[in-house]
């Protein structure tokens, strides 16, 4: 088994002795490429991955450069952690490679909400940009962007809880780890000063609304 982790950054291990992989993550196209693989629940058409890797690239050398990216991620993470199906589509065999942010969406989905938040570590591929490939950093930016809504509706459901339970300080550390993950989000920063106030913590309440 192989583990992506890229949440808070990027990391590629065994799974049995931690070795890491250099030779995928040496190239960050290649990085690109298995976490796009990843993070997609299906199997990706060639001429969609052309598009968002090698937009730049006449047909046929793209298709080169591309299928040079598979050998080498098959040669790092063995020859069946990437699979090609028989339409010519590839995808991430989830039987060979774990994905961090794969696990904490399937968490959420499952409504293990305090499972999927003791799974994050940071945002998705923080900090990590590709360049030549715009089309790949959009599409990235929409997961970071709702992968942290996801986790912020969860920290509110969490603080709901705790909140209704009368737990008022555990509400208040669910709330605020919701809105350290949307802090744009003006009604949520409210409403967790108003559990501030309500639990007689003035000074943090001041404080967000200060960060406000």
């Given at each position: 088994m192989i583990e992506l982790r890229i949440l808070g950054g990027v990391n590629l291990t065994t799974a049995d002795d931690g070795r890491v992989l250099h030779s995928v993550l040496s190239q960050?196209?290649?990085?690109?490429?298995?976490?796009?693989?990843?993070?997609?629940?299906?199997?990706?058409?060639?001429?969609?991955?052309?598009?968002?890797?090698?937009?730049?690239?006449?047909?046929?050398?793209?298709?080169?450069?591309?299928?040079?990216?598979i050998y080498i991620l098959r040669r790092g993470l063995g020859s069946d952690a990437v699979l090609t199906r028989g339409d010519g589509s590839v995808a991430v065999n989830p039987d060979r490679v774990r994905c961090d942010a794969v696990e904490v969406r399937r968490r959420l989905m499952d409504g293990r909400l305090e499972e999927a938040v003791d799974l994050f570590t940071g945002p998705l591929l923080d900090g990590f940009f590709l360049d030549g490939a715009r089309e790949f950093q959009e599409w990235l930016d929409r997961e970071r962007q709702a992968l942290a809504?996801?986790?912020?509706?969860?920290?509110?459901?969490?603080s709901r809880k705790e909140a209704e339970a009368g737990r008022e300080v555990?509400?208040?550390?669910?709330?605020?780890?919701?809105?350290?993950?949307?802090?744009?989000?003006e009604p949520g920063v409210r409403r967790l000063i108003q559990l501030q106030i309500d639990a007689g913590d003035h000074a943090g309440a001041a404080r967000t609304y200060r960060q406000l």
């Open positions: 960050p196209k290649r990085v690109a490429l298995l976490v796009y693989l990843a993070l997609t629940s299906e199997p990706c058409p060639r001429d969609r991955l052309l598009a968002l890797f090698w937009p730049e690239m006449e047909m046929n050398r793209g298709r080169r450069a591309l299928n040079q990216a809504r996801a986790l912020s509706d969860a920290g509110w459901s969490l555990a509400a208040i550390r669910w709330a605020g780890f919701a809105v350290d993950l949307n802090r744009d989000h």
